[in-house]
Each structure stands twice: as structure tokens, then as C-alpha cells.
């Protein structure tokens, strides 16, 4: 299944995210970022439905909650995808 990560630059980060994304509805999961796709230490992503992704940039856009990077995985590959 496709998905996309959205990187935080810490949990607490992503946390909010989350936080934000569920009370619109929108389902996310959050787990440490594969490190081949940040060179932050302490980097989270939330993982979202491919569907939601540009209501999702919205609201976190909205709330000042800017993402480090985008990635879209499919079958196992990210490709980074812009905002």
C-alpha cells in the first residue's frame, strides 16, 4: 500500500502533528525515520494515507506545524516529494 511520511524533526513534533491531523479526521501513525532519509538523529515521521496528504499539508501548514520532508512509499521505496 502506498503512503506517505511526513518528517518531524522530533517526537514531540510529530506528536502535535498527529495530535492536529486526528481531531480533522485524518488517521496517522508516528515511528522513528528511516535513517536513509534524514541526517536528523533524533528524527520522527507520521505516516499517512496517501489520500489525505494535501488536506494534511494544510492543517499543519495552518498551525505552523512545517514538515522537514515529505517522502511517498511504495513497495518498500521512498521518493521525496514536495509540499
Known amino acids: 500500500m502506498e503512503h506517505y511520511l511526513i518528517i518531524a524533526r ?8 498527529q495530535k492536529l491531523l486526528g481531531r480533522s479526521g485524518i488517521r496517522s501513525g508516528i515511528f522513528r525515520a528511516p535513517r536513509e532519509l ?5 528524527a520522527y515521521a507520521v505516516q499517512i494515507q496517501r489520500p489525505d496528504l494535501t488536506q494534511a499539508l494544510m492543517l499543519l501548514h495552518r498551525e ?6 515529505i517522502y511517498l512509499e511504495q513497495k518498500g521505496f521512498y521518493r521525496e516529494v514536495s509540499p
Open 38 to 42: 534524514t541526517d536528523l538523529g533524533c
Open 10 to 17: 522530533s517526537v514531540t513534533h510529530a506528536q502535535r502533528m
Open 64 to 69: 505552523r506545524l512545517e514538515p522537514v520532508q
